[in-house]
């Protein structure tokens, strides 16, 4: 006899109570698991892009959000032409390099990607751009998620202790899934 327990919810921790318990032989596994960037990599820490047209500074503020860089390249397109600047400059990504790439098209346009709190999404770590197309030093930090684990303490057998708060969990999970996600320019 096959038993399926299905569990969904939002956040980081799913629970369920399992009445009557299961008692016996029984084997555990994860048939999917789908997050769809679901945690924001905006955010009001790193959302401002900023740029000087014609002497004057203006500043791009990204919604928070989950974004991919062709998200970001689109929102910060329409600002630009809200704000009559569309020929200022575009922004784009190469999913080749994992880089981005800012070409500015006005002589009387400076983008200050090193005083922008964007810049380390974006792959840059400093510097004022002027007009020329221009390649991020680094690879994009699209996410400041590097690694899920899904762990599930209603098995025995191998073992793995988890960090939750600064301190260590009294209970010994099981590792269903270690795994990287993936990067969408």
């Known amino acids: 006899m096959e038993t399926t327990i299905s569990l969904k919810g939002t956040g ?3 629970k369920t109570e399992l009445d009557p318990p299961l008692l016996g032989d029984y084997k555990i596994a994860l048939q999917n698991l789908s997050t769809y960037y679901s945690w924001s990599n905006i ?3 790193n959302n401002e892009l900023k740029y000087m047209k ?8 990204v919604p928070k959000c989950a974004y991919g860089i062709k998200d970001i390249a689109l929102f910060v397109g329409a ?3 809200r704000k009559g600047d569309d020929k200022a400059f575009l922004l784009g990504g190469n999913s080749n390099t994992l880089n981005v790439h800012i070409d500015v098209k ?3 346009c400076v983008v200050n990607i090193g005083d922008s709190s964007i810049k380390s999404v974006l792959g840059w770590t400093t510097g004022n751009l002027s007009k020329g197309t221009h390649s991020s030093d680094k690879k994009v930090n699209i996410t400041n998620i590097n690694k899920l684990l899904v762990n599930c303490n209603i098995v025995i057998g191998e073992y793995t202790a988890t960090a939750e708060s600064g301190g260590l969990l009294s209970s010994q999970q099981t590792v269903l899934a270690n795994f990287d996600p ?3 320019l």
């Not at 014609?54 to 503020?61: A, D, E, L, P, R």
């Open 182 to 184: 993936d990067v969408v």
């Open 43 to 45: 955010t009001s820490d």
């Open 54 to 61: 014609g002497g004057v500074q203006k500043t791009i503020t």
């Open 106 to 108: 006005s002589t009387d």
């Open 79 to 81: 600002e630009l032409e």
């Open 12 to 14: 980081t921790r799913l």
